[in-house]
C-alpha cells in the first residue's frame, strides 16, 4: 500500500473547505446544536440545523454531506433522520452517524440499527463503548459516556464491517478503521473531554472534511487530527473547562496549513486479516 502523508492530506482537505465552503446539513442534538453550527463556521463550512421531516429531503439536497446524531432522541427524529438519509443516499451525498449513547438504552441501541439497515452511512463516529456496542461486542455505558469498551481497534474494524465505510472510535488515542487500513491519531488533550459536546463536534468536522474528501477513511482521519490539534492549541491558552469551550472554536479557526504540518501525530498503515 502506498504511504499516506496524513498531516499533508490533512492541509489540503482543509484549504479545500475554506474554498468551498461546503454546506454541512446536521439532524443533531438540542444539547450541542449551537456549538456544532459554531465549530463548522470555524473549519469553514456552513452549517444548517434541519430536523422537521416536511424538509430535510429538500434540505439535504443542497449539502455536501449529512450528519446525523441521535443525541437527543425522540421517533420524529428517528423518521427525519431516515428520510434524510434515504434521500442523501438517492444522490450521492455521505453521511455521517453518530450514535450517541449506543448500548445504554434499548430505545438508542434499536435506532442506530435502525439507521444502519436503511441508511448508507460513509463514517460511523464514537466512543469505544458506543462502536463496540453496535459491533455486537461487550461493554459498558452510561448514560452517554463510555464505562468499558474492550479494545478500541477491534471496535473500529468491527464496525466498519457492520457499515461498509470507515469507523472512528475517539479516545485518547483515535483509531479510524476501513477494510483494509487503520490510523492511529495521537492528537488531542483531555480537556476535549472535560466539556460537553466534544464528540459531536468532532463528527460535525467529520462532516465538513468528507464534504471535500470522497474516501470516508482520509476524511475521518482528517478530521481527528484537525479536531486535535485545535485541542491541543485550545488547552494552551485556557484556565479550565470553562476557557477551554470558548477557545476551542477559535483554535479551530486558527487552524492553517502550517499548523497541521508541523503538529500532526498520526499514521496509518494496512490492516491485519480479521
Known amino acids: 500500500m502506498r504511504e499516506l502523508d496524513l498531516a499533508a492530506l490533512t492541509a489540503q482537505s482543509l484549504a479545500r473547505i475554506r474554498e468551498r465552503t461546503p454546506l454541512v446539513h446536521n439532524i443533531t442534538n438540542f444539547v450541542v446544536m449551537n456549538d456544532t453550527a459554531n465549530v463548522l463556521l470555524a473549519l469553514g463550512a456552513s452549517p444548517v440545523m434541519a430536523h422537521a421531516i416536511e424538509e430535510v429531503r429538500e434540505?439535504?439536497?443542497?449539502?455536501?454531506?449529512?450528519?446525523?446524531?441521535?443525541?437527543?432522541?425522540?421517533?420524529?427524529?428517528?423518521?427525519?433522520?431516515?428520510?434524510?438519509?434515504?434521500?442523501?443516499?438517492?444522490?450521492?451525498?455521505?453521511?455521517?452517524?453518530?450514535?450517541?449513547?449506543?448500548?445504554?438504552?434499548?430505545?438508542?441501541?434499536?435506532?442506530?440499527?435502525?439507521?444502519?439497515?436503511?441508511?448508507?452511512?460513509?463514517?460511523?463516529?464514537g466512543n469505544g463503548a458506543e462502536l463496540a456496542t453496535i459491533a455486537g461486542m461487550e461493554a459498558r455505558i452510561r448514560g452517554v459516556d463510555a464505562v468499558s469498551s474492550g479494545d478500541p481497534v477491534s471496535a473500529a474494524r468491527m464496525a466498519a464491517t457492520r457499515f461498509g465505510g470507515a469507523a472512528v472510535v475517539s479516545g485518547p488515542?483515535?483509531?479510524?478503521?476501513?477494510?483494509?487500513?487503520?490510523?492511529?491519531?495521537?492528537?488531542?488533550?483531555?480537556?476535549?473531554?472535560r466539556i460537553t459536546g466534544s464528540g459531536c463536534m468532532a463528527t460535525a468536522i467529520v462532516g465538513g472534511f468528507l464534504a471535500v474528501e470522497p474516501d470516508?477513511?482520509?476524511?475521518?482521519?482528517?478530521?481527528?487530527?484537525?479536531?486535535?490539534?485545535?485541542?491541543?492549541?485550545?488547552?494552551?491558552?485556557?484556565?479550565?473547562?470553562?476557557?477551554?469551550?470558548?477557545?476551542?472554536?477559535?483554535?479551530?479557526?486558527?487552524?492553517?496549513?502550517?499548523?497541521?504540518?508541523?503538529?500532526?501525530?498520526?499514521?496509518?498503515?494496512?490492516?491485519?486479516?480479521?
Open 216 to 274: 470516508p477513511f482520509l476524511a475521518g482521519a482528517e478530521a481527528m487530527i484537525a479536531f486535535g490539534i485545535a485541542g491541543e492549541l485550545a488547552a494552551e491558552r485556557s484556565a479550565g473547562p470553562g476557557t477551554f469551550r470558548a477557545n476551542l472554536i477559535d483554535a479551530v479557526a486558527a487552524l492553517d496549513s502550517d499548523t497541521v504540518l508541523s503538529r500532526a501525530r498520526a499514521s496509518v498503515g494496512e490492516m491485519d486479516p480479521a
Open 59 to 125: 434540505m439535504v439536497a443542497h449539502a455536501g454531506a449529512l450528519v446525523l446524531n441521535i443525541g437527543t432522541l425522540e421517533e420524529s427524529w428517528i423518521e427525519a433522520m431516515l428520510a434524510a438519509g434515504e434521500e442523501a443516499n438517492v444522490r450521492g451525498i455521505p453521511v455521517v452517524l453518530d450514535p450517541v449513547g449506543a448500548g445504554a438504552t434499548r430505545f438508542r441501541t434499536a435506532a442506530t440499527e435502525r439507521i444502519r439497515a436503511a441508511v448508507r452511512v460513509a463514517v460511523v463516529r
Open 173 to 193: 488515542v483515535d483509531y479510524v478503521a476501513d477494510a483494509t487500513r487503520l490510523a492511529e491519531v495521537h492528537n488531542g488533550h483531555p480537556l476535549m473531554g
